[in-house]
């Protein structure tokens, strides 16, 4: 684990098929069925020995339960993320009044930001010229969000809407106008949406810091969230605490 190319060297086999690693059993065998046609070393406008041997190693390890229960277990260690499941705002809509029946829905008192303004005032935090960095190394905060739970909850599946600041590209100049009057030149501006997480019974742990990566993610067509990494800490609720 101390080796820096441990995480490199790590295969990722559900990468290596494309797709996703809640995906089932059908859905391995379905995706390694269109690969090998692909690059089966037989066909000779696309086939591949190395590619086709590749593909062939991630079908046997994700399509045998006992390979892949050790596969996740390693995977799950490299990928924290993994825990938590994102959700647009058209799936949790279409899918909110069975949701009561099957998740938690965490209140939004209980998702705490980081580093608050009135917090960083009483430490003297906020004085000009001061950086995020710096205020992170004096406030020991290297998190973005508090999620508070109860013991109970931990054994349930948990649903959490974080509002977050995204940036829009401007639906008018589509961001190539430096004289457009919608944005004013600047091609997109800011918002908010809410990042939609559900994370699975049981497995969150409290006092870690969860780090999420949301390079990529997109809540709309022509929208992103500003920050590419959002670190979320689990802790219990006081008086809560076994």
């Not at 906020?126 to 999620?147: C, H, T």
């Not at 919608?182 to 969860?210: D, H, W």
Request: glycine share 6%; hydrophobic share 30%; aromatic share 10%.
């Amino acid at each position: 684990m101390n080796d820096p190319g441990w995480k490199t060297n790590f295969p990722d086999h559900y990468k290596n098929l494309g797709l996703s690693p809640l995906s089932s059993v059908e859905k391995v065998k379905s995706r390694y069925r269109e690969l090998a046609k692909i690059f089966h070393p037989d066909n000779q406008e696309t086939g591949s020995v190395d590619l086709f041997q590749k593909f062939a190693l991630s079908y046997q390890i994700l399509t045998h339960p006992t390979r892949r229960k050790e596969y996740d277990l390693q995977y799950l260690s490299r990928h924290p993320e993994i825990l938590f499941r994102f959700r647009s705002e058209k799936e949790t809509k279409n899918e909110e009044h069975l949701s009561v029946f099957k998740t938690k829905q965490i209140p939004s008192s209980r998702i705490l930001y980081a580093g608050q303004a009135v917090e960083l005032a009483k430490r003297g935090l906020l004085r000009a010229g001061m950086r995020n960095r710096e205020r992170k190394k004096y406030s020991g905060i290297f998190y973005d969000i508090r999620i508070l739970l109860t013991p109970e909850e931990l054994n349930f599946r948990l649903s959490a809407k974080i509002p977050l600041v995204v940036r829009v590209l401007c639906p008018d100049c589509r961001g190539s106008n430096v004289f457009c009057d919608s944005c004013g030149g600047k091609g997109t501006y800011k918002s908010f949406r809410n990042l939609n997480l559900e994370a699975e019974a049981g497995k969150l742990l409290p006092g870690k810091v969860y780090d999420l990566d949301l390079s990529g993610l997109k809540p709309d067509g022509f929208v992103h969230f500003k920050k590419n990494h959002l670190k979320v800490k689990i802790e219990l609720l006081e008086g809560e605490k076994k």
